[in-house]
């Protein structure tokens, strides 16, 4: 079963027997069969027939309606199709289950990280990330060994630390300065990036997470409230360098943002401002569209890595005996 990713504009898409259609400026740009569909995603101004919803709906097949950077405006649903059996499952884990899946994900944040510093480490050695890449190594067999979720968080700070001094190395334009990691609010225009960044990476897969009869709130890693959809924040974890990080260091190093013209003083931080948003999120749609390799032989956008993420998770959460194996990149 296949997610259909709409993510180009201006994009018509029709029902035509069996398939669905996509059209733009009556050119065909190609179909695909229904019964191979599992959900449709439709980001930015692109639209569906009548027709094709209807069709849609009868097989239980769900669209969702996305900003193009992945925020989702809504979703349309069978109305005899439960999208909540996923939340009791969610409710009948364990503790040890939890903190199993809470290691793992900590686990591949720290790996994530050790290799994003150890590529720079070979091609601009410097004593800093050799210190980062070696404390990582540490701090990712403590964690298969932590107790509880308070002992991964510890951990999981004290990589972030490390890692962030390391990727202060990583940046060679020398118009941008980042001198520490500082979230609320960011004070400088790297953090202002990297703060940005995550925020929409971190909507988007709670659109994923509710498409798939998931309840937000309930994590493995972090704490839910009514206001702390905790598990966006567990799932995110596995992707903040390999798809956010990478991403602010291109944009830098590249000088496709401007220090001065593309973030303003507010509030007591630094934030991007509208020229700033525009080209983050310009560049960060072009990389998600990218095609990657999802199966032996088949290609689908970047996108679908948070995609499969969200869908492992909640096969664990079906059947915990499958376990659950975050993103790793090597």
């Known amino acids: 079963m296949k997610t259909l990713y709409v993510s180009q504009q201006g994009r018509y898409l029709a029902l035509k027997g069996e398939s669905l259609v996509i059209q733009y400026q009556q050119n065909t740009e190609g179909t695909i069969q229904l019964p191979l569909l599992e959900q449709v995603l439709i980001f930015g101004k692109s639209q569906?027939?009548?027709?094709?919803?209807?069709?849609?709906?009868?097989?239980?097949?769900?669209?969702?309606?996305?900003?193009?950077?992945?925020?989702c405006y809504g979703r349309v649903l069978s109305i005899d199709e439960s999208y909540r059996h996923g939340a009791r499952y969610q409710q009948q884990l364990s503790d040890l289950e939890r903190l199993e899946v809470a290691r793992q994900i900590v686990q591949a944040k720290l790996q994530n990280s050790r290799t994003l510093l150890l590529r720079r480490h070979r091609t601009n050695a410097s004593s800093t990330l050799a210190e980062g890449i070696e404390r990582l190594s540490q701090l990712i067999l403590q964690g298969a060994e932590a107790e509880n979720s308070e002992q991964l968080m510890g951990y999981e700070g004290a990589g972030a630390a490390q890692y962030f001094r390391g990727f202060a190395e990583c940046i060679t334009n020398p118009g941008f300065s980042f001198p520490e990691r500082s979230r609320r609010p960011p004070k400088d225009p790297v953090n202002a990036l990297?703060?940005?960044?995550?925020?929409?990476?971190?909507?988007?897969?709670?659109?994923?997470?509710?498409?798939?009869?998931?309840?937000?709130?309930?994590?493995?890693?972090?704490?839910?409230?009514?206001?702390?959809?905790?598990?966006?924040?567990?799932?995110i974890e596995e992707f903040r360098g390999p798809i956010v990080d990478g991403l602010v260091l291109w944009l830098i190093n590249c000088r496709v943002m401007d220090a001065e013209a593309d973030f303003e003083p507010r509030r007591g931080g630094c934030y991007l401002n509208g020229s700033g948003r525009r080209k983050y999120l310009s560049a960060f749609v072009k990389r998600m569209e990218q095609d990657v390799m999802s199966e032996p032989g088949e290609t689908q956008p970047r996108w679908d890595l948070l995609n499969r993420q969200?869908?492992?998770?909640?096969?664990?959460?079906?059947?915990?005996?499958?376990?659950?194996?975050?993103?790793?990149?090597r």
């Open 48 to 71: 569906l027939t009548t027709q094709a919803i209807r069709s849609c709906l009868w097989r239980k097949i769900p669209i969702a309606y996305l900003s193009r950077s992945g925020g």
């Open 194 to 235: 990297l703060s940005f960044g995550y925020q929409v990476l971190w909507n988007h897969l709670l659109s994923l997470i509710e498409l798939q009869g998931l309840d937000p709130y309930s994590a493995c890693l972090h704490q839910g409230t009514e206001r702390h959809a905790a598990l966006a924040s567990d799932l």
């Open 310 to 329: 969200v869908k492992g998770f909640k096969r664990f959460v079906y059947d915990s005996t499958q376990g659950y194996q975050p993103y790793r990149i």
